[in-house]
């Protein structure tokens, strides 16, 4: 059994907290399981170089972990992005970007700052379920002052990990289980069952593509989940 009584299929606790910060376009904290991450959406009434003059807009996203999110201190990213960071911060943008009509946003960038507060395993994802939903939020609020015509969102999007320890798969790893996972995963799907992405990797054993299919159905059951809370957080 895992923590907290858990079966292999189940979940971590899920808290969803809307307009956590007050400054921004809109905020989201969301805790899943010991995991938490802030994710706020400013505005910036332009767009980089290569899209000037297109009338189209972008999204774009920036990672970090707070110094006290682990249990040895992290040290700030100043001058340097990581590349741990980079990498997750570059996932965050495509995915949310392949979920959006960028040409309905008009010459504006949407910036997603995700701060990961405290980190029990799966901060990417957790980053990715938490931005979406202050990206729709951001949208409405950008409707509501005749910014936008219409919600340029195409479909929900969440993401989830799976990993494999001895013969069996779970989901929704911690820290524990991740450093345990002699195959782990992370899978990115709309709510119409499309693959936005998948990382994936063996980290202490090799994989079939069988298996890939079964961590892909798992990963399934628990995106359904989540697309739901996240339209039952925002009310739809």
Same mark, same amino acid.
């Given at each position: 059994?895992?923590?907290?009584?858990?079966?292999?299929?189940?979940?971590?606790?899920?808290?969803?907290?809307?307009?956590?910060?007050?400054?921004?376009?809109?905020?989201?904290?969301?805790?899943?399981?010991?995991?938490?991450?802030?994710?706020?959406?400013?505005?910036?009434?332009?767009?980089?170089?290569?899209?000037?003059?297109?009338?189209?807009?972008?999204? &774009?996203?920036?990672?970090?972990?707070?110094?006290?999110?682990?249990?040895?201190?992290?040290?700030?990213?100043?001058?340097?992005?990581?590349?741990?960071?980079?990498?997750?911060?570059?996932?965050?943008?495509?995915?949310?970007?392949?979920?959006?009509?960028?040409?309905?946003?008009?010459?504006? &960038?949407?910036?997603?700052?995700?701060?990961v507060?405290?980190?029990?395993?799966?901060?990417?994802?957790?980053?990715?379920?938490?931005?979406?939903?202050?990206?729709?939020?951001?949208?409405?609020?950008?409707?509501?002052?005749g910014?936008?015509?219409?919600?340029?969102?195409?479909?929900?999007?969440?993401?989830?990990?799976?990993?494999?320890?001895?013969?069996?798969?779970?989901?929704?790893?911690?820290?524990?289980?991740?450093?345990?996972?002699?195959?782990?995963?992370?899978?990115?799907? &709309?709510?119409?069952?499309?693959?936005?992405?998948?990382q994936?990797?063996?980290?202490?054993?090799?994989?079939?593509?069988?298996?890939?299919?079964?961590?892909?159905?798992?990963?399934?059951?628990?995106?359904?989940?989540?697309?739901?809370?996240?339209?039952?957080?925002?009310?739809?």
């Open positions: 059994m895992r923590k907290n009584k858990r079966t292999k299929d189940e979940l971590r606790p899920l808290k969803i907290t809307l307009e956590f910060t007050s400054n921004a376009l809109s905020s989201v904290l969301i805790e899943l399981g010991k995991t938490m991450v802030l994710c706020t959406v400013s505005l910036e009434e332009r767009v980089p170089s290569f899209l000037k003059g297109s009338g189209t807009g972008w999204i &774009t996203a920036e990672y970090a972990l707070l110094p006290g999110a682990t249990l040895e201190r992290t040290p700030r990213e100043i001058l340097t992005r990581k590349g741990r960071s980079l990498e997750i911060q570059r996932l965050i943008g495509r995915v949310l970007r392949a979920i959006t009509d960028l040409s309905k946003l008009g010459e504006r &960038t949407l910036w997603i700052d995700c701060d507060i405290n980190a029990d395993g799966g901060t990417r994802t957790a980053s990715v379920i938490g931005s979406f939903i202050a990206l729709k939020l951001a949208f409405k609020k950008l409707k509501e002052r910014l936008l015509e219409e919600d340029p969102i195409k479909e929900y999007v969440a993401g989830v990990s799976v990993g494999k320890i001895g013969n069996d798969f779970y989901l929704d790893l911690d820290y524990e289980e991740d450093q345990l996972a002699e195959v782990d995963a992370n899978f990115f799907m &709309t709510e119409m069952g499309r693959i936005v992405e998948i994936a990797g063996a980290e202490k054993g090799l994989f079939t593509w069988e298996e890939l299919t079964q961590m892909k159905d798992l990963a399934w059951k628990g995106i359904t989940t989540l697309i739901r809370r996240q339209k039952e957080a925002l009310g739809e």
